[in-house]
Nanobody, 121 residues
Framework: QVQVVESGGGLVQPGGSLSLSCTVS????????VGWYRQAPGQERELVAS???????LPVDSAKGRFIIARNNTRNTVYLQMNSVKPEDTAVYYC???????????????WGRGTQVTVSS
């Protein structure tokens, strides 16, 4: 059974840093793609960063130069390093992954339950 668990959220002051982790556990053949999304109250969920075979992306302009996405393959963990955080970064952050349980099968999508990030003084 595959589990996707986010951790590392919490309260941080503006200008501070926070590192989120997304750990995938279970019987897995390969992780093809991981995306970090966030959803603020009353807003749609948006893709903040992704990491796949084509490399990493930061689709949100406000995250460029501040957020870094990185992967530890041995731990099946993807990190989102958030630097110089702003109040508008406040949201629930979700991890999405496309992975294969067995070789030769198509990838399936899994989501974590999210971790709250609050940026406030």
């Amino acid at each position: 059974q595959v589990q996707v668990v986010e951790s590392g959220g919490g309260l941080v002051q503006p200008g501070g840093s926070l590192s989120l982790s997304c750990t995938v556990s279970g019987s897995i053949f390969s992780i093809n793609y991981v995306g970090w999304y966030r959803q603020a109250p009353g807003q749609e969920r948006e893709l903040v960063a992704s990491l796949g075979s084509g490399g990493s992306t930061l689709p949100v302009d406000s995250a460029k130069g501040r957020f870094i996405i990185a992967r530890n393959n041995t731990r099946n963990t993807v990190y989102l390093q958030m630097n110089s955080v702003k109040p508008e970064d406040t949201a629930v952050y979700y991890c999405q992954t496309w992975l294969k349980i067995r070789a030769g099968e198509p990838a399936s999508e899994y989501w974590g339950r999210g971790t709250q990030v609050t940026v406030s003084s």
